[in-house]
């Protein structure tokens, strides 16, 4: 277990050994004028279009790709899921990833961003399906944290009838009544219900619909 400890380490500091690997000849980027993440800097919450946007600001540097995709190659060498996965035996037959072959592409491509790239390397490492073989681009994984703010939950009615429903769960809807509330008017007016109020699921030709109560 040490050893896929020490595996995983390797991996995630990837992004940082890429950045001291990679002599791009430019250093520091400069930031255009209108920073979309200035915009949105020391802000608690933001739209996700915005952290995009900011994420997306990156210049693609084919430099800095060639480091990454020869790091994360040679890495996974050692690592059992780069040929264990080719052959994967049923029921995991959607699992079949050659990674290495991945990579091969991903050296010849050309990306919109370096958000782009990251994404990519990401996806195709997640395709594994292996919790010890993960890779993190700090630089991206660790900014942003996604708050689903109206989660469904199954509670039960109390003790007297012991029926259970589908309800918004009430401690996120408190969160998002203080955090958000400029739009909470605003989505319930779209749904056309109160989020405080019990909701039916159905499902009908394989769709789900939310129904308030």
């Known amino acids: 277990m040490a050893g896929l400890a020490l595996l995983r380490t390797i991996i995630a500091a990837i992004s940082l050994a890429s950045t001291t690997f990679a002599d791009t000849g430019t ?3 400069e930031r255009q004028a209108s920073d979309p993440c200035a915009a949105i800097a020391n802000q608690t919450y933001v739209v996700p279009s915005k952290v995009i946007a900011c994420l997306s600001s990156f210049a693609f540097n084919p430099t800095l790709r060639d480091n990454i995709v020869d790091v994360v190659s040679k890495t996974l060498n050692f690592h059992t ?5 080719l052959f994967a035996p049923p029921p995991f037959l959607d699992v079949h990833v050659d990674i290495q072959a991945e990579l091969k592409r991903i050296k010849g491509s050309s990306y919109s961003s370096d958000f782009a790239l ?7 490492v997640k395709r594994l399906f ?3 073989c993960v890779y993190i681009n700090y630089c991206y994984d660790s900014l942003f944290v996604t708050y689903l703010p109206f989660p ?8 007297q009838l012991w029926s259970q429903n589908v309800y918004i769960a009430p401690e996120s809807f408190d969160v998002v009544s203080k955090e ?3 739009f909470l ?3 319930q007016t779209m749904a056309g219900y109160n989020f405080t109020k019990v909701i039916m699921v159905s ?5 789900y619909s939310f129904t308030p109560i």
């Open 185 to 187: 008017d605003q989505w």
């Open 81 to 85: 899921s780069t040929n264990y996965q």
């Open 152 to 159: 469904l939950v199954n509670l039960n009615s109390g003790w």
């Open 118 to 124: 990251h994404k990519d390397v990401s996806s195709q």
């Open 27 to 29: 250093g520091l980027e």
């Open 180 to 182: 958000f509330a400029p």
């Open 130 to 132: 292996d919790g010890h």
């Open 203 to 207: 499902r009908k030709h394989g769709l």
